[in-house]
Protein backbone atom coordinates (compact mmCIF):
# COMPACT_ATOMS: atom_id res chain seq x y z
CA UNK A 1 0.00 0.00 0.00
CA UNK A 2 1.40 3.15 -0.74
CA UNK A 3 2.36 5.91 1.84
CA UNK A 4 0.57 9.28 2.52
CA UNK A 5 3.21 11.35 1.36
CA UNK A 6 4.05 14.35 5.56
CA UNK A 7 3.25 16.83 3.38
CA UNK A 8 -0.18 15.88 2.52
CA UNK A 9 -0.38 14.28 6.38
CA UNK A 10 0.58 17.77 7.93
CA UNK A 11 -1.58 20.26 5.82
CA UNK A 12 -4.95 18.00 6.43
CA UNK A 13 -3.58 18.62 10.55
CA UNK A 14 -3.87 22.15 9.68
CA UNK A 15 -7.16 21.95 8.08
CA UNK A 16 -8.81 19.91 10.73
CA UNK A 17 -6.49 22.92 13.24
CA UNK A 18 -8.16 25.54 10.94
CA UNK A 19 -11.45 23.80 11.73
CA UNK A 20 -11.46 23.98 15.49
CA UNK A 21 -10.04 27.80 15.77
CA UNK A 22 -13.34 28.37 13.86
CA UNK A 23 -15.20 27.50 17.05
CA UNK A 24 -15.67 30.55 19.11
CA UNK A 25 -13.97 30.59 22.73
CA UNK A 26 -16.79 31.35 25.19
CA UNK A 27 -16.13 35.29 26.31
CA UNK A 28 -16.76 36.06 30.18
CA UNK A 29 -18.08 39.25 31.71
CA UNK A 30 -16.92 40.23 35.57
CA UNK A 31 -17.45 43.63 37.40
CA UNK A 32 -17.82 44.39 41.47
CA UNK A 33 -18.35 47.65 43.08
CA UNK A 34 -14.66 46.91 44.88
CA UNK A 35 -12.75 49.11 42.59
CA UNK A 36 -12.94 47.10 39.39
CA UNK A 37 -12.67 48.57 35.80
CA UNK A 38 -16.59 48.14 35.06
CA UNK A 39 -19.06 47.81 38.04
CA UNK A 40 -21.01 44.40 38.97
CA UNK A 41 -24.04 46.14 37.10
CA UNK A 42 -22.24 47.36 34.05
CA UNK A 43 -20.69 43.34 33.39
CA UNK A 44 -24.01 42.58 33.74
CA UNK A 45 -25.81 44.37 31.29
CA UNK A 46 -22.75 44.16 28.63
CA UNK A 47 -23.33 39.94 29.61
CA UNK A 48 -27.34 40.80 28.69
CA UNK A 49 -26.31 42.74 25.65
CA UNK A 50 -24.74 39.47 24.21
CA UNK A 51 -27.82 38.14 24.49
CA UNK A 52 -30.67 37.94 22.05
CA UNK A 53 -33.62 37.22 25.40
CA UNK A 54 -32.48 37.00 29.20
CA UNK A 55 -34.35 34.31 31.56
CA UNK A 56 -34.08 35.30 35.05
CA UNK A 57 -34.47 33.51 39.00
CA UNK A 58 -34.47 35.84 41.42
CA UNK A 59 -34.53 33.44 44.07
CA UNK A 60 -37.60 35.20 45.92
CA UNK A 61 -40.08 32.70 44.69
CA UNK A 62 -38.16 29.32 44.17
CA UNK A 63 -36.20 27.08 46.43
CA UNK A 64 -33.32 26.33 43.63
CA UNK A 65 -33.23 27.81 39.89
CA UNK A 66 -36.50 27.89 37.73
CA UNK A 67 -35.82 30.63 34.61
CA UNK A 68 -39.68 29.87 33.68
CA UNK A 69 -38.59 28.52 30.43
CA UNK A 70 -38.29 24.98 30.73
CA UNK A 71 -34.54 25.10 32.21
CA UNK A 72 -34.02 24.46 35.78
CA UNK A 73 -31.03 24.74 37.66
CA UNK A 74 -30.14 21.91 40.94
CA UNK A 75 -27.65 23.61 43.26
CA UNK A 76 -25.34 21.65 45.22
CA UNK A 77 -24.58 23.60 48.39
CA UNK A 78 -26.53 26.26 50.47
CA UNK A 79 -30.02 27.45 50.77
CA UNK A 80 -32.09 30.22 50.93
CA UNK A 81 -32.08 33.23 53.05
CA UNK A 82 -34.01 36.25 53.75
CA UNK A 83 -31.77 39.48 54.04
CA UNK A 84 -32.97 42.41 52.28
CA UNK A 85 -29.50 44.27 52.81
CA UNK A 86 -27.16 40.97 50.69
CA UNK A 87 -29.90 40.54 48.33
CA UNK A 88 -29.30 41.85 44.74
CA UNK A 89 -33.31 41.71 44.40
CA UNK A 90 -36.09 41.55 46.52
CA UNK A 91 -35.55 40.11 50.16
CA UNK A 92 -34.28 36.64 49.20
CA UNK A 93 -30.80 35.15 48.39
CA UNK A 94 -29.14 32.43 47.80
CA UNK A 95 -26.13 31.28 50.45
CA UNK A 96 -23.18 28.81 50.76
CA UNK A 97 -21.84 27.77 53.58
CA UNK A 98 -18.59 27.90 54.94
CA UNK A 99 -16.12 26.80 52.30
CA UNK A 100 -16.39 24.59 49.14
CA UNK A 101 -17.59 24.45 46.05
CA UNK A 102 -21.23 25.44 44.18
CA UNK A 103 -22.34 23.12 41.53
CA UNK A 104 -25.22 24.24 39.27
CA UNK A 105 -26.24 21.28 37.31
CA UNK A 106 -28.92 22.10 34.62
CA UNK A 107 -31.48 19.66 32.81
CA UNK A 108 -30.90 21.13 29.64
CA UNK A 109 -27.72 22.12 27.60
CA UNK A 110 -27.69 26.16 27.96
CA UNK A 111 -25.38 28.49 26.29
CA UNK A 112 -24.96 31.60 28.70
CA UNK A 113 -25.52 31.76 32.50
CA UNK A 114 -24.78 34.62 34.53
CA UNK A 115 -24.78 35.47 38.55
CA UNK A 116 -24.27 37.69 41.21
CA UNK A 117 -22.32 37.41 44.42
CA UNK A 118 -21.47 39.19 47.33
CA UNK A 119 -19.62 38.88 50.59
CA UNK A 120 -17.06 36.94 49.11
CA UNK A 121 -14.51 37.66 52.23
CA UNK A 122 -10.95 36.88 51.94
CA UNK A 123 -11.08 33.63 50.32
CA UNK A 124 -8.21 33.28 47.08
CA UNK A 125 -9.80 33.79 43.51
CA UNK A 126 -12.56 31.50 42.44
CA UNK A 127 -13.17 29.54 39.38
CA UNK A 128 -15.44 28.97 37.65
CA UNK A 129 -15.49 25.05 35.66
CA UNK A 130 -17.71 24.87 32.39
CA UNK A 131 -16.80 21.62 30.29
CA UNK A 132 -13.20 22.11 29.93
CA UNK A 133 -12.62 25.88 30.67
CA UNK A 134 -11.27 26.66 33.64
CA UNK A 135 -12.18 30.87 34.46
CA UNK A 136 -10.69 32.86 37.30
CA UNK A 137 -13.07 34.53 38.90
CA UNK A 138 -10.88 37.89 40.82
CA UNK A 139 -11.60 38.29 44.98
CA UNK A 140 -10.38 41.94 45.29
CA UNK A 141 -12.48 42.34 48.55
CA UNK A 142 -9.07 40.04 50.89
CA UNK A 143 -11.03 40.79 54.45
CA UNK A 144 -14.30 40.51 56.42
CA UNK A 145 -15.90 42.74 54.68
CA UNK A 146 -19.71 42.59 53.63
CA UNK A 147 -20.83 45.40 50.80
CA UNK A 148 -18.56 43.80 48.31
CA UNK A 149 -21.18 42.73 45.09
CA UNK A 150 -19.59 40.84 41.63
CA UNK A 151 -21.64 39.92 38.30
CA UNK A 152 -19.56 37.05 36.77
CA UNK A 153 -21.35 35.53 33.30
CA UNK A 154 -20.11 33.56 30.32
CA UNK A 155 -21.37 32.96 27.15
CA UNK A 156 -20.20 30.15 24.76
CA UNK A 157 -22.67 30.32 21.85
CA UNK A 158 -20.68 26.96 20.16
CA UNK A 159 -20.62 24.96 23.17
CA UNK A 160 -23.69 24.40 25.36
CA UNK A 161 -23.45 23.63 29.10
CA UNK A 162 -25.04 21.35 31.55
CA UNK A 163 -23.23 22.50 34.33
CA UNK A 164 -20.96 25.42 36.03
CA UNK A 165 -19.24 24.88 39.19
CA UNK A 166 -18.09 27.60 41.14
CA UNK A 167 -15.12 26.37 43.39
CA UNK A 168 -12.56 28.15 46.47
CA UNK A 169 -16.11 29.89 48.16
CA UNK A 170 -14.92 30.97 51.59
CA UNK A 171 -17.14 31.93 54.50
CA UNK A 172 -20.66 32.76 53.32
CA UNK A 173 -21.16 33.88 49.73
CA UNK A 174 -24.70 35.28 49.02
CA UNK A 175 -25.56 35.01 45.36
CA UNK A 176 -28.86 36.41 43.42
CA UNK A 177 -30.58 37.24 40.23
CA UNK A 178 -29.20 34.05 37.97
CA UNK A 179 -29.23 34.12 34.40
CA UNK A 180 -29.60 32.73 31.38
CA UNK A 181 -30.23 33.79 27.94
CA UNK A 182 -29.96 32.75 23.99
CA UNK A 183 -26.54 34.55 22.97
CA UNK A 184 -27.72 36.97 19.84
CA UNK A 185 -24.83 35.69 17.44
CA UNK A 186 -25.62 31.93 16.92
CA UNK A 187 -23.37 29.39 16.24
CA UNK A 188 -21.25 30.02 12.73
CA UNK A 189 -21.28 27.19 10.51
CA UNK A 190 -18.51 24.39 11.26
CA UNK A 191 -17.36 22.40 8.90
CA UNK A 192 -18.63 18.79 9.36
CA UNK A 193 -16.43 15.47 9.25
CA UNK A 194 -18.23 14.58 5.50
CA UNK A 195 -16.86 18.53 4.61
CA UNK A 196 -13.01 17.78 6.13
CA UNK A 197 -13.09 14.65 4.12
CA UNK A 198 -14.13 16.51 1.04
CA UNK A 199 -11.58 19.09 1.51
CA UNK A 200 -8.92 16.34 2.00
CA UNK A 201 -9.90 14.36 -0.85
CA UNK A 202 -9.58 17.21 -3.27
CA UNK A 203 -6.48 18.49 -1.75
CA UNK A 204 -5.12 14.75 -2.69
CA UNK A 205 -6.07 15.25 -6.20
CA UNK A 206 -4.66 18.53 -6.38
CA UNK A 207 -1.09 17.23 -5.33
CA UNK A 208 -1.57 14.17 -7.76
CA UNK A 209 -2.59 16.17 -10.50
CA UNK A 210 0.65 18.66 -9.30
CA UNK A 211 3.10 15.44 -9.43
CA UNK A 212 1.20 13.77 -13.15
CA UNK A 213 2.18 17.41 -14.47
CA UNK A 214 5.69 17.44 -13.20
CA UNK A 215 6.28 13.39 -14.01
CA UNK A 216 5.24 14.43 -17.33
CA UNK A 217 7.58 17.44 -17.66
CA UNK A 218 10.34 15.35 -16.34
CA UNK A 219 9.53 12.47 -19.26
CA UNK A 220 10.16 15.37 -22.25
CA1 LIG B 1 -33.35 37.91 45.29
CA1 LIG C 1 -18.24 39.22 55.23
CA1 LIG D 1 -19.23 36.04 53.38
Given amino acids: MKRIPVRVLATFGSLLLLCSQLMAAPITFYGNNWGAAITHLQAEAAFQQALSVVYFEDFEASPDIDFGNGVTGALSAGRIVTSASSAIDGVRLWQTGHTGNLTISFNVPIFAFGIFMGDVDQGVDMHALINN???????PVGGSYDGDRHFWGVVSPEESFTQVT?????????WDRAQMGIPASGPTPTPEPSTIFLLFAGLCSLLLIQRHIKASRQGH
Fill in 166 to 174: FTDLDWYIN
Fill in 133 to 139: YDFNIPN
